[in-house]
Structure formats: C-alpha cells, structure tokens
T-cell receptor, first 113, second 114 residues
Framework: DQQVKQNSPSLSVQEGRISILNCDYT??????FLWYKKYPAEGPTFLIS?????DKNEDGRFTVFLNKSAKHLSLHIVPSQPGDSAVYFC????????????FGTGTRLKVLA | NAGVTQTPKFQVLKTGQSMTLQCAQD?????MYWYRQDPGMGLRLIYY???????DKGEVPNGYNVSRLNKREFSLRLESAAPSQTSVYFC?????????????FGDGTRLSIL
C-alpha cells in the first residue's frame, strides 16, 4: 500500500512558465511534508517543506501548497529554469518514536529552453 | 564540509557474495537511514537508527543487516547478495529536533549483482 503517491512520472515545461508537481497521500497521521530534488548520480537534496498546520509555504521561486482535506500537496516552481530539470520526490512523516519518511516515486521535470 | 559520505560509489558482486556499504556523517546527527532506489519505486526505507546503539527495520529489511558503529557511522551489510538487491543505495542523516529538520543524503552506492 503506497502511502505517498506521485502519479505523474514526468513533466515537460517551457522555460519561464510555471511547473506544478503533485503528490497525494493516504495516511492522515502525516504532519510534515517535504520536497526533495535529485540530479543524476547525486543524492536527493532538500528543497522545501510544509507543516500540516499550514496550507502554503514559499521560498523564492518555490511554493508548496497543502490541502489536508484532499490529502494533496503540490509544488509550484515559477518561473521554471533549465537548471530545475531533475527528479522531484515528495516525502511525508510523522513522529512515532522517531521520524521515518515515506517517499513518493518521483516526477522527472524537464524544463525546455 | 563533507556532509554524508558513502563508500564505495560503485560495486559489482556475484550472487551469494557478501558486501558492506559504509556511511559516515560529520554533522553530529543522531538519526541515520538506509534507503534503496529502484526504477518506478521511489526511495524505500531499509533500516534506520534513531540514535547511537539503536536500529530498527524499515519497509524492506529482508536480506540486509545494519550496524550503528558509533554516532558518525551506519553500515549496511548484504550477507548473501541476490540479483533482486541490484539497486542504488542511499544513506541519510537527520539532526534531533522538531519535524522541520530535513534529511541529508549521500550521493549513493550503485550496486549490481550478477
């Protein structure tokens, strides 16, 4: 049973336009959500996060939106740049003695110049 | 600042061979994790260690063992490698504190089992 789902394996966007990456979850215990970016042959790097008590968090060109009732979060990148081309993973966690993270399967974003 | 260092970066094994993947972090983090990444499967947790001296199973622990040697080091051992364990393995660490502490990842070990 996959608790965190990214249903779009890939996404192509023109440079300068908005990229929207989606993530759905099933476990209502999750109280913190993160997005990671991964380039080939490198480990994932933390991008942005959001607590379940918020519905939006912004950091420069990156904004994460959380809709708890729909168990859905999205990452918006505006404007998209060629350097944003990478695989994006969403992850969710809650405290159960320690923090364990459940990752989605990833979305490969390609920003076209 | 090295962060999380994994060795080796690449390894090819024959079925039945044993292997230990090494991970070390220099951020004084309490928690450490081992994941595997397979095509279409995302990152799946193999084992984790909430603090020095403790280890626990994750989603896919079968065929693996771990050792939290000290606060810095967390190793993953394959006792008898199988082709199904061909994967990219990532180690991560996390500091103590509230939920807004993200994990820091190493660059991975690419393991092929023939």
């Amino acid at each position: 049973d996959q608790q965190v789902k990214q249903n779009s394996p890939s996404l192509s966007v023109q440079e300068g336009r908005i990229s929207i990456l989606n993530c759905d979850y099933t476990n209502s215990m999750f109280d913190y959500f993160l997005w990671y970016k991964k380039y080939p042959a490198e480990g994932p790097t933390f991008l942005i996060s959001i607590s379940s008590i918020k519905d939006k968090n912004e950091d420069g060109r990156f904004t994460v939106f959380l809709n708890k009732s729909a168990k859905h979060l999205s990452l918006h990148i505006v404007p998209s740049q060629p350097g944003d081309s990478a695989v994006y993973f969403c992850a969710a966690t809650h405290f159960s003695g320690t923090y364990k993270y459940i990752f989605g399967t990833g979305t490969r974003l390609k920003v076209l110049a | 600042n090295a962060g999380v260092t994994q060795t080796p970066k690449f390894q090819v094994l024959k079925t039945g061979q044993s292997m230990t993947l090494q991970c070390a972090q220099d951020m004084n983090h309490n928690s450490m994790y081992w994941y595997r990444q397979d095509p279409g499967m995302g990152l799946r947790l193999i084992y984790y260690s909430a603090s020095e001296g403790t280890t626990d199973k994750g989603e896919v622990p079968n065929g693996y063992n771990v050792s939290r040697l000290n606060k810095r080091e967390f190793s993953l051992r394959l006792e008898s490698a199988a082709p199904s364990q061909t994967s990219v393995y990532f180690c991560a660490s996390r500091g103590t504190g509230s939920s807004n502490q993200p994990q820091h990842f190493g660059d991975g070990t690419r393991l092929s089992i023939l």
